[in-house]
Nanobody, 114 residues
């Protein structure tokens, strides 16, 4: 059974930083590409970033240069370092396996005030 537990969200001022974590279980983490998606208030899900099993990372244009995705296979944990946060980054952040649209945990809420 796949389990994904996100954490690390919070309330920050514009320009601040947060580091999100996602502890995964129920599948072979090291063999699986992973992603972060988010859902802003009143909006649909938006892809944020993906990291492959070879640590190749890609980013959505709005977060490029500010966010960094990483993984620790020994800890089966996915991270998202978010710097220079903007009010537009406000939302609930979810992790998931690449290619699995239904994957998500309970999410972690990020609120950025201007």
């Amino acid at each position: 059974q796949v389990q994904l537990v996100e954490s690390g969200g919070g309330v920050v001022q514009s320009g601040g930083s947060l580091r999100l974590s996602c502890v995964a279980s129920g599948f072979t983490f090291s063999d699986t590409g992973m992603k972060w998606v988010r859902q802003g208030p009143g909006k649909g899900l938006e892809w944020v970033s993906t990291i492959t099993t070879s640590d190749v990372d890609t980013y959505a244009e709005p977060v490029k240069g500010r966010f960094t995705i990483s993984r620790d296979n020994a800890k089966t944990t996915l991270y998202l370092q978010m710097n220079d946060l903007k009010p537009a980054d406000t939302g609930v952040y979810y992790c998931g396996r690449s290619g699995f649209t239904s994957d998500r945990g309970q999410g972690t809420r990020v609120a950025v005030s201007s």
